[in-house]
């Protein structure tokens, strides 16, 4: 019998602290899915992925991600097969490490490994390494590495672990335009390719949605405006919305651009 069980499920999520952060957030990902979570800055992108990852307890509602359900499991042990790739991550890699090493360490969920690394372990991290385009960069430390290439290195690292789940967390932060480019062309590919892991690719630039990702959700204001197949929910009216102000969506060749005419107003 094929499992239906779902990556990941959200139901009423609701997170408050001294303010409500997250209003009923339902949300179902589905295997052979991938989804681009959307939003404008404190739309509740960071709060929704601190929670699938534990580090925000929900107030109330319930999380599911691979099976588990938060309160009920171990969610450290969870965190092991999710992949993780963010530029907190990136922070906090040694300068000297090399890609090889930095590939290694993902088994282990540590930063900066220093224990022995077993033949087999060398092995698979080189062979992830060519499967994310970067096998020529295996001895090159990290200091050395350009960003599109950490990039890269750092889902190398978060597959090392076999996960079933990929969170690519603003991933094109700081990458120049063309860099930027090369980059999601990689994860095109890599999305294409037999037994790539659920992605979850969280943003604020509708260009960075690429065909790959199947599912768009949209936040505001900690609420789900939007969620669903990415041609239905990516429309002019309801980016409008989330970003508070007249904007038009544009489609090219299976790619968007958001156009915020002059005359385009805030809304409030």
């Known amino acids: 019998m094929k499992n239906l069980e779902p990556i990941i499920e959200l139901t ?3 997170v408050e602290r001294d303010a409500l952060i997250l209003r009923g957030i339902d949300w179902r990902v589905e295997r052979g899915q991938h989804w681009a979570i959307l939003g404008a800055n404190g739309s509740g992108k960071t709060s929704m992925l601190r929670a699938l990852t534990g580090y925000l307890p929900p107030t109330r509602g319930s999380i599911r991600v691979l099976g588990e359900t938060f309160g009920r499991a171990d969610w450290r042990a969870l965190r092991t097969r999710i992949g993780m790739v963010s ?7 040694p300068d000297g490490e090399t890609a090889l090493a930095a590939v290694i360490s993902g088994k282990f969920a540590m930063i900066g490994y220093w224990g022995e690394v077993a033949a087999r ?3 698979a991290a080189a062979a992830i390494l060519r499967r994310v385009e970067a096998h020529a960069l295996a001895d090159r430390p990290w200091q050395y590495l350009s960003q599109g290439e950490r990039q890269r290195v750092l889902i190398g690292r978060a597959l090392m672990a076999a996960p079933k789940l990929l969170i690519l967390d603003e991933p094109c932060a700081g990458l120049d335009p063309v860099a930027r480019e090369h980059f999601l062309q990689f994860v095109e590919r890599m999305a294409r390719r037999r037994g790539a892991p659920t992605m979850v690719l969280v943003t604020h630039h509708v260009e960075e949605i690429i ?4 599912h768009v959700i949209v936040l505001r204001a900690g609420r789900v405006l939007a969620a669903g197949a990415r041609a239905r929910v990516l429309t002019s009216r309801t980016l409008s919305a989330a970003f508070g102000a007249a904007v038009r969506l544009r489609r090219r060749a299976g790619r968007y651009a958001l ?3 002059r005359t385009a107003s805030r809304v409030m």
């Open 12 to 14: 009423n999520l609701v």
């Open 87 to 93: 530029a907190s991550i990136d922070a906090l890699m």
């Open 121 to 123: 372990d060398r092995k």
């Open 211 to 214: 065909p790959a990702f199947t």
């Open 259 to 261: 156009a915020v005419p």
